[in-house]
């Protein structure tokens, strides 16, 4: 057990939709990364968020936004849902924004129909 | 940009010893690695900084070349434990915290 969490476990979406999707990083730690993980691939960067700031962005369109609230939980919420956004998504939690370790929570299963 | 692992899978008897690469096509400022198990969460192993540092874990250790912009991870004498998918993500300098992962390679270790 890592103390990150995330909600829902799984989801089931219609194109279209908006969804979000919710991580509670562990205790002491003040950034919390998104990733996307289709079947078979490794991670793919979304966002960062340091101190409730966005901190770093990959290669995913404006309608993947994102908070980080003062008790340093973090949200990710995904506008216009398209097939192709169905994949596991897994925020990671770390008690600084590089050069350390990051605990991963169990992931939310979205699929888009 | 994303990094390159490979072999893209294993299979080994318990004992065994394996490598697995991870090679970019950038200037690296460090290199994770993660295993992570079938419906599982990532799961880290240990971070690697530029200087040609090497790290050991019981078992498992891992070298960083900066230079060849290259990382490889090393499992000892395997164990069933060992099984799983792992991954390196790489950080380039002026991406500090922006973690880019390989596709992963499949390790299978049998009795």
């Known amino acids: 057990e890592t103390g990150v969490t995330q909600s829902p476990t799984h989801l089931i979406k219609t194109r279209g939709q908006q969804v979000t999707l919710r991580c509670s990083s562990q205790s002491g730690h003040n950034t919390v990364s998104w990733y996307q993980q289709a079947l078979g691939q490794g991670p793919q960067f979304i966002f960062q968020?340091?101190?409730?700031?966005?901190?770093g962005r990959g290669n995913f369109p404006p309608r993947f936004s994102g908070l980080q609230f003062p008790n340093y939980s973090s949200e990710l919420n995904v506008n216009a849902l398209e097939l192709d956004d169905s994949a596991l998504y897994l925020c990671a939690s770390s008690g600084g924004p590089s050069n350390t370790e990051a605990f991963f929570g169990q992931g939310t299963r979205l699929t888009v129909v | 940009q994303q990094p390159v692992q490979s072999p893209q899978a294993v299979i080994l008897r318990e004992g065994e010893d394996a490598v697995i690469n991870c090679s970019s096509s950038k200037a690296l400022y460090s290199v994770h690695w993660y295993r992570q198990k079938h419906g599982e969460a990532p799961v880290f192993l240990m971070i690697l900084l530029k200087g040609g540092e090497q790290k050991g874990h019981e078992k498992i250790s891992a070298s960083f070349n900066e230079k060849k912009q290259q990382s490889s991870l090393y499992l000892t004498a395997s164990q069933l434990s060992y099984s799983g998918t792992y991954f390196c993500g790489t950080e380039s300098p002026g991406n500090t915290g922006k973690l880019i992962f390989g596709q992963g390679t499949t390790l299978q270790v049998k009795p």
């Open positions: 968020y340091y101190r409730e700031e966005e901190n």
